[in-house]
């Protein structure tokens, strides 16, 4: 349940603009101290990069900035700033977001700062956060090693009654140990309290106007943002968009729809590189007959986990980020039914952030507290039964596990407090990318989210995988004359796939 829960589903909830108040700067912030961090660079990315310095920091925030008083405390948000040695003519900061949520921003900032074109990192410092709750920051941390093995290996379409009770339980255990660690304070690792922390963020490191990319549920966290800041603005490059208006509901059923078509573009690769592809011709059926052997008798790891159909899917879902993943997935497809395992762990722990000791990163649990804390739909146990039905119809493979993902916010015990749904009045344009083969945030988003916020520009990559920039030269051309130059894209380009 945990893969479609908090990875996988990065939507959130349906939710009226409440009016609350803009471009205010409340409550006490600290002041960023940056300290040498090259051994933060060291062990996110196995080396230190050449020719970047690394420096971290940690400021304050309110816990609440609703009511930033002593009494209601303050939370602590890890910074990383990559400058390049050849910098010249800086324009300021870059802060980015990886998504999640639960994602950290420290880690992506490391890889960005080797990863990003020279046009964007000699006049930028990249500078990337853990958001509450999350890694290096003040982190919400409430389900066990354990527990999140149990998740990951439960069977993601329980079809008996007595498996989706099995599933019910676990997933009710995960709201009622986050509620018993944390109580109430559960809610103010709400989407817009770390929207607020952001414009803290850009305080810190001294510029007047945000320059931000925001991947995946970053686009979320960059659009409240902009509803809350739009004075504060820049530049904003929003990539892999999720649309603010959906219901949680009708965001899990457009995820089961996007990897659904994911996956059969892969298996129309596979059928036609039958030189690349061990499972060809037919990689749908390679799949289903893995899923079906593991039902009878999972193959054991070396580690000694059972590759069980909750496993083997984590591993599918893993390898639908990215194109270059999917020859992973057919050779782990392969071994497996040859009795080795060892491919498909591989593709399920680097989707889980689970290391070689069986410990895991808080990954899961923010993403949950997140979701959850951002969402105030209701849904009963007995309607996420009848859409796991319905969906299984609709998308074989993903419909049944992404509604049986609604059941941990179905029995969430946490007070809500979802984030604005409006325009952005008075931002400048705001770049809003789109994959038109993005399964986790599917391509009809994007013109949602630019809609929304009435200022967005739609730039479309027409690839694979999750996210664009900087995958061409073209999708990359685009964004940095806007983060540099800002030079908004012409209506309605379009970038293809190579």
């Not at 070689?356 to 105030?376: E, K, M, P, Q, R």
């Amino acid at each position: 349940m945990s893969v479609v829960l908090a990875g996988a589903l990065i939507v959130a909830g349906c939710t009226i603009s409440r009016g609350r108040s803009r471009d205010q700067a409340t409550g006490p912030v600290g002041t960023a101290q940056w300290k040498d961090c090259s051994d933060v660079a060291r062990e996110v990315a196995g080396r230190k990069p050449a020719n970047v310095r690394y420096e971290c920091a940690t400021i304050t925030v309110p816990r609440n900035w609703a009511a930033p008083t002593a009494a209601n405390g303050t939370f602590d948000i890890a910074l990383l700033r990559a400058r390049a040695s050849g910098q010249r003519d800086r324009l300021g900061s870059l802060i980015v977001n990886p998504g999640g949520p639960g994602a950290s921003g420290i880690q992506l900032a490391v890889y960005l700062s080797v990863g990003l074109p020279v046009d964007v990192t000699r006049r930028f410092d990249i500078v990337g956060f853990d958001p509450r709750g999350v890694g290096r920051s003040s982190q919400v941390r409430c389900q066990s090693d354990a527990d999140l093995d149990k998740s990951f290996g439960y069977e993601p379409d329980p079809v008996s009654q007595a498996e989706f009770d099995g599933a019910v339980a676990l997933t009710r255990k995960t709201g009622q140990d986050c509620a018993a660690k944390y109580g109430d304070t559960l809610r103010l690792f709400a989407t817009e309290q770390a929207a607020r922390d952001i414009d803290a963020i850009r305080g810190a490191v001294g510029d007047p106007k945000i320059t931000y990319l925001g991947y995946s549920y970053g686009t979320l966290l960059g659009a409240t943002y902009a509803q809350l800041f739009p004075q504060q603005i820049r530049a904003l490059v929003l990539d892999g968009a999720v649309d603010p208006k959906q219901s949680f509901t009708a965001g899990s059923q457009s995820q089961a729809k996007g990897f659904e078509r994911a996956f059969n573009n892969l298996a129309d690769w596979c059928a036609n590189s039958a030189g690349q592809c061990p499972i060809a011709p037919d990689a749908r059926r390679a799949l289903t007959d893995v899923l079906d052997a593991a039902r009878q008798k999972p193959v054991r790891g070396k580690d000694g986990r059972d590759a069980t159909t909750g496993w083997i899917f984590t591993a599918v879902v893993s390898s639908l980020y990215t194109q270059a993943s999917w020859s992973d997935l057919a050779n782990g497809i392969a071994n497996l039914a040859k009795g080795d395992a060892d491919g498909i762990f591989e593709l399920a722990d680097r989707y889980a952030e689970r290391d070689s000791s069986g410990h895991y990163s808080n990954l899961f649990d923010a993403g949950a507290v997140v979701n959850c804390t951002d969402t105030d739909e209701k849904i009963s146990i007995a309607e996420v039964r009848a859409l796991q039905t319905e969906w299984r119809a609709k998308y074989p493979l993903f419909g049944a596990p992404n509604a049986v993902g609604l059941l941990t916010c179905a029995q969430w015990p946490g007070k809500r407090d979802p984030y604005p749904t409006g325009a952005a009045t008075g931002a400048p344009p705001i770049v809003v990318v789109g994959t038109t083969g993005d399964p986790a945030t599917p391509y009809e988003q994007t013109p949602k989210l630019a809609d929304m916020l009435g200022v967005g520009v739609v730039l479309t990559w027409q690839g694979e995988g999750h996210t664009a920039y900087p995958e061409t030269r073209c999708i990359a051309s685009a964004v940095n004359s806007y983060l540099v130059n800002l030079k908004v894209p012409p209506a309605g380009k379009a970038c293809p796939a190579r």
